[in-house]
């Protein structure tokens, strides 16, 4: 590496040596087909490609010095137009093509040197792109900057959008800048030339050191401005020192005679605030009283809703039962009917069948004397026997029906014996309800009678508001009204108001109202105007 370098270094020197000489014996400026020219940027590539990192990617491993160069847009924002007009150049495709084209535009607008030395001076971030021991990152790479400086003799005209800058690296000619220097034949008039150069940069820094001096006078001119001025301030700030301490006697006379106020007002609002204490008290007490009487009607009138939901769940049980006790009586009803009905059936059989057996008798008695005589009466018999049982099961019948009707009856009395006790259930509902509404009613009252005694105790903390925070102003304090900013005259007197103290105009102040430390209308400001009202109107509310 460090063979490379010093090669590399003596390269550099050698085309730059070339360059220059070549250029100042034409005397014309420079295109890109000049071959010294060629060389140079030849050299130039290999020293910046010198210890370059190799990048890998998708297509395979990439070693351009675009990347390095293309940090000049950031660190010297001169250069970035260059840097755009390379992206926006269509011919060329790739990073050294780019960075080819960056050099050449550098290299006409005569900062070259600039644009390397900021990139140099910069090694942290060029510790990116480079492995340690590069050329650009070692001394080498400032020997090259200052070689660059001289390059800004050269007028160069290159086109950089018709050459392809695409292609490879080109090798270093070596034997045509050693031919050029050695068998060069106008090396003394590269050297006046050199020389002329140079009396023009002291001609440069001589004016630069005029510059300064003048620079300078004018310097000392304004530092004895800015003394006569210090002296001024100084002046200045002893006589504010002065009105600073008699201000300060002022002051302390005014918070005296205030202290004293203030003593005055805090005795008188003590006896006050006692007095608001004893109210205070009193009236905690009878809250706390008809809070628990109202606790206590709450806890009430919860137990009757309780009790009344219970009734009406038991209301709607029995008109349940009674629809259901109402359909069993007319079902049992038409059962009795048609029972009715069989039974005179059964009656009416029972006559034939008893007028039939009669006449039997008799024709059995008068025909048949005889053996037969028995078998059909004991036929009848067992007729009339079934006849008897018939019957007998529908008295039984008749009994079960009756004894229904019995429990009916029993149960509608039960029933009607119910609705009484409903219609007293919802008359001593309707009490409770008159006796719940008088409680509310009186509750109501109560906390009209709080909110009240709140009013009453805000207006009291609001006359100790003005007497500790509102004080009364004097009439040399003020010169002008405090709400419309205008100046009080013979035409326009001054009017205090009687809730803040401050100073107002007659049309500031032209309202009248009742406060609490004066029974009677007094005048007050039109903004305590307004802010009375409504605090009165949410009173009232």
């Known amino acids: 590496m460090v063979v490379e370098r010093s090669n590399l270094l003596s390269m550099m020197k050698l085309s730059i040596k070339v360059l220059i000489q070549s250029s100042l014996s034409l005397g014309r400026t420079l295109d890109s087909e000049y071959p010294p020219l060629q060389q140079f940027f030849v050299v130039l590539e290999h020293c910046l490609k010198h210890g370059l990192k190799v990048k890998k990617t998708f297509i395979g491993q990439n070693k351009s010095i675009w990347a390095p160069l293309e940090l000049m847009e950031k660190l010297c924002p001169e250069s970035a137009d260059i840097a755009t007009s390379v992206r926006d150049m269509p011919g060329i495709k790739t990073g050294l093509g780019r960075a080819r084209a960056w050099l050449h535009l550098a290299l006409m607008q005569k900062k070259i040197a600039d644009y390397m030395k900021v990139l140099i001076n910069r090694r942290d971030l060029l510790g990116e792109f480079y492995n340690p021991g590069a050329l650009i990152m070692e001394e080498e790479g400032a020997v090259i900057v200052g070689m660059l400086v001289g390059l800004n003799v050269i007028d160069a005209n290159l086109c950089v959008k018709g050459e392809d800058l695409d292609s490879q690296v080109k090798h270093i000619a070596v034997q045509t800048m050693l031919s050029d220097v050695l068998f060069n034949t106008d090396t003394k008039h590269s050297i006046l030339d050199q020389k002329h150069y ?110 009344l939901e219970l009734q009406i769940g038991l209301k709607q049980e029995m008109e349940v039962a009674m629809k259901l006790l109402e359909k069993d009586t007319h079902e049992k009803q038409d059962t009795l009917v048609v029972l009715r009905q069989q039974l005179d059936q059964v009656k009416n059989l029972n006559l034939q069948m008893f007028n039939k057996a009669q006449v039997l008798h008799l024709i059995i008695f008068f025909r048949f004397n005889c053996c037969f005589c028995s078998l059909f009466r004991a036929g009848l018999e067992s007729e009339l026997s079934t006849e008897k049982e018939q019957r007998q099961n529908l008295q039984r019948e008749l009994h079960r029906e009756q004894d229904n009707s019995a429990e009916l009856r029993t149960q509608l009395q039960q029933l009607q014996g119910l609705q009484t006790e409903l219609l007293d259930l919802r008359q001593e509902k309707k009490q409770l309800q008159q006796l719940c509404e008088e409680q509310e009613q009186a509750l109501q009252d109560m906390g009209l009678h709080l909110s009240q005694s709140k009013l009453k105790m805000e207006d009291f903390k609001e006359v100790n508001k003005a007497l500790k925070g509102h004080a009364w102003l004097k009439d040399d304090e003020a010169t002008q009204c405090k709400q419309c900013q205008k100046e009080f005259s013979i035409s326009r007197r001054k009017h205090h108001c009687r809730n803040c103290g401050d100073i107002y105009c007659n049309s500031c102040s032209s309202n009248e109202l009742a406060l609490p430390s004066f029974p009677r209308p007094v005048r007050v400001c039109d903004i305590c105007h307004s802010l009375l009202l409504q605090r009165s109107s949410i009173g009232s509310s």
């Open 198 to 307: 140079i009396e023009e940069l002291n001609r440069h820094l001589s004016c630069t050191v005029t510059d300064l001096q003048a620079k300078m006078d004018s310097l000392e001119k304004t530092n004895s401005k800015l003394i006569e001025e210090l002296t001024a301030a100084t002046d200045r700030i002893n006589a504010l020192r002065e009105e600073q301490e008699q201000l300060k006697q002022e002051n302390a006379n005014i918070l005296q005679s205030s202290q004293r106020k203030e003593e005055v007002t805090l005795q008188d609002s003590q006896v006050e605030l006692e007095t608001y204490r004893q109210t205070r008290q009193g009236l905690d007490e009878m809250y706390s009283v008809v809070w628990k009487q109202y606790k206590e009607e709450k806890r009430i009138r919860q137990e009757l809703q309780k009790e």
